[in-house]
């Protein structure tokens, strides 16, 4: 399975301002994701970020407010911005491994936002 | 649209006794199924799936699920819980025809004590 790796595993950050979020895996994936889970909340997408094409956005959810980049097959960032208390969750990303028709998607180890 | 319910927030049982973790699913097609497990401030980890074939799944630590297609279910269990398994438990599912993205229950909280 992948490995992937997340900056900055948390942070505090003060309203109206934004945040940029790394994501890095060891191997190419074709397909990468970005979740949002609020406080005892479930996992809810965010948006589909695959190399060379925009990134799909689910509803609810604006290019403005969460941009995405994913330069290569390896790598991705999740920028929220213009922060509000609102905001404050747990990001994941994860890719999803379609090899042998497995479908499993691996999650990497989050970044807990905090938002003043 | 594809759904997925976990009727229980949470799941009391004393290790060594089995246990249970439900999951019931709602999609247009045939379903893939998954159980992932998270631990207190960390990621998602994958457990087990259902894509085809043997109804009864086996997966990491000892943990299997049954898929129930009449039922719309894939209940999660284990014959004998450890007080390791504390954690939070997600089912999720998606539609095996065409592109669909992966669909998270709520999440059930599990405890197992001493």
């Known amino acids: 399975s992948a490995v992937i790796s997340q900056k900055p595993s948390r942070d505090i950050c003060q309203r109206g301002t934004s945040l940029t979020i790394q994501c890095q895996v060891d191997s190419q994936v074709t397909m990468m994701f970005w979740y949002r889970q609020q406080p005892g909340q479930s996992l809810t997408l965010i948006a589909t970020a695959n190399q060379g094409s925009e990134a799909t956005y689910e509803s609810g959810f604006v290019i403005d407010k969460f941009p995405i980049s994913r330069p290569n097959l390896t790598f991705s960032t999740l920028t929220v911005s213009n922060m509000s208390p609102e905001d404050s969750s747990i990001y994941l990303c994860?890719?999803?491994?379609?090899?042998?028709?497995?479908?499993?998607?691996?999650f990497g180890p989050g970044t807990r936002l905090t938002v003043t | 649209a594809q759904s997925v319910a976990q009727p229980e927030d949470q799941v009391n049982v004393a290790e060594g006794n089995p246990l249970t973790v439900k999951c019931t699913y709602s999609v247009s097609g045939n379903p893939y199924l998954f159980w992932y497990v998270q631990y207190p401030n960390r990621g998602l980890q994958f457990l087990l799936k259902y894509i085809t074939g043997d109804n009864l799944v086996k997966g990491s630590y000892g943990f299997e699920a049954e898929f129930n297609k009449s039922q719309t279910s894939f209940h999660l269990k284990k014959p004998s819980a450890l007080v390791s398994d504390s954690a939070l438990y997600f089912c999720?599912?998606?539609?095996?025809?065409?592109?669909?993205?992966?669909?998270f229950g709520k999440g059930t909280m599990l405890l197992v004590s001493p």
């Open positions: 999720a599912v998606r539609d095996v025809h065409g592109y669909s993205t992966l669909t």
């Open positions: 994860s890719v999803e491994d379609r090899g042998a028709g497995a479908y499993e998607q691996y």
